[in-house]
């Protein structure tokens, strides 16, 4: 009888597994386990593991995670459909269950829904554009920043020190990102950064245990949180503790807001909309002070850790290539000198952007992207999707085939660069994503990215603290980042 069970029990796991797909009108894909789905083949680097799974099921396939999920990891689908039809693409397949847990519903700018999302992504582009994204203040405070930072590496250097670049980087980022939304600065070491950058860190950290993510499709996995040491209640401490910080900033910047005057920051921009609606007796739709709360907790989640970890990796690829280094500091001794850099200085500094392209490629810093819903029926790679499917555009997974990048984990500014030495970008490059839902924050991000990194080189070489480079080994989370590591730091002036 047992026999005859298991014999039943594998039947029936083997057969679920090669006809959920079909029986549920999806793209093929890895044969799911009942209730586990994919999760037990997700162990290694996601980008790797659905670049193999798109050779072996074709452009667009289906993955249970542990509900299903149609994945594009090809560059020229994710062009037809994600970039050409984006319209069908705006939405994003909400973890509605976490969500009602740690914000009362879809709030903010990342989790949130069509409707709301579309007054607040519209608002929010153009608030951040009035109060100048790249506005000479936000860039001159990057400067600031940059060279505070060198100085303080220079110092270390000096004193014989070897540098962990992680806190000065985690301090300039900060600041930008706290003056960008509530217009004001702290301190360059303002403790409270400290605090922000450790609750949001823990917050990526639960956000993908196990426990917290099959909440969503399984929500009585809340009682086997005590089994799991309670990660679902210490992801509601954490998100109340990170939200209760930032009502106050709130509170602060409300405080000293002028609504005759132009607008500092985003918080601002968002109190003298909601007020400027209550005047006019207007509908405050969407615009509500828990929205603006929310909002303020993505520009932080979302602009913070990637930007940081991405001058991470690139500090670490730039120490264990030290030609490409070498390079950069040419091109920045010919063109430029010793006086501050700007923006404006991009064109003449092709190795730059070239290498600061490949930083991305390589760091790769999401494995995953962010899942999208399919707001109309649609068909891909004759697939027919039904309208409400969860879909995610896998570009992280482009950016490892070696297809398009010859040995792709080889660290070469030179694939950007053509014959007459300028930049190229390369449209397979896309780390801030495409489409409707792509990175809000990508302007601040490049200014970030190329102000910082063009100053860190100008002044200091960067090498290994011993013969041999450290291996680059990565943690993995909601973003993929560099161990700790330290380097030897030496002034060029
Ligand atoms: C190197 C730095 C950054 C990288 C690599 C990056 C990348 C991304 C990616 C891949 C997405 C998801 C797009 C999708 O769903 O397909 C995203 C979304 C987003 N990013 Fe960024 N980002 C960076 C910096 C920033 C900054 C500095 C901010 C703001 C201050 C920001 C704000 C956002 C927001 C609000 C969203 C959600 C957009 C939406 O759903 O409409 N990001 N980013």
Known sequence: MILELIIAGIVFIVAYGYLI??????????????????????????DHTFLKWSKQYGPVFTVWMP????????????????????????????PINQLKMLADGPYGLVFCGNDVWKEQRRFALHSLKD??????????????????????????????????VTENIMYGVANLIWQLTFGRTLGFKDPLFNKVEEIIHRMFELFVHPCVSFLDVFPLIAYLDPLFGYPIRRMCATSKE????????????????????????????????????????????SFTRHQLNLAALDLWSAGFETTV????????????????????????????????????????????????????????????NFFRETTGEITIAGHKIPIGTAILPQFPSVHVDPEHFERPDYFCPERHINEAGEFVKDPRVTPFSFGKRACLG?????????????????????????????????TRGLTRSPVHYKVKVTARF
């Open 67 to 94: 509900g299903p999920v149609v994945v594009i990891a090809d560059h020229q689908t994710l062009q037809d459909t994600i970039v050409k039809q984006g319209d069908l693409f705006g939405d994003r397949a909400l």
């Open 21 to 46: 797909n079909r029986t549920r009108g999806l793209p093929p894909g890895p044969p799911p386990l009942p209730l586990l789905g994919n999760a037990l083949s997700l162990g290694e680097p996601m």
């Open 309 to 368: 970890t991405t001058l991470r990796f690139a500090v670490h690829f730039l120490m264990s290539n030290p030609d490409a280094q070498r390079k950069m500091q040419k091109e920045i001794d010919e063109e430029i000198g010793q006086r501050q850099i700007s923006m404006e200085d991009q064109k003449a500094l092709p190795y730059c952007m070239a290498a600061i392209h490949e930083i991305q490629r390589v760091g790769n810093i999401g494995e995953i």
């Open 242 to 285: 990170s939200l209760e910080i930032l009502q106050k900033e709130l509170e602060l910047t409300e405080k000293t807001l002028d609504v005759d005057e132009e607008p500092r920051c985003y918080a601002d921009s968002y109190l003298i909309e909601m007020k400027r609606r209550e005047a006019k007796g207007e509908p405050l739709g």
């Open 442 to 474: 990508e302007g601040l991000a490049r200014m970030e990215l190329f102000i910082f990194l063009t100053t860190f080189v100008q002044h200091c070489t960067f090498s290994p603290t011993s013969m041999i480079p450290p291996k680059l080994e990565c």
């Open 131 to 164: 109060i100048g994204f790249l506005s000479a203040s936000l860039q001159e405070s990057a400067k600031t920043y940059a060279q505070q930072i060198v100085a303080d590496w220079k110092k270390e250097g000096k004193e014989g020190r070897n540098v962990d």
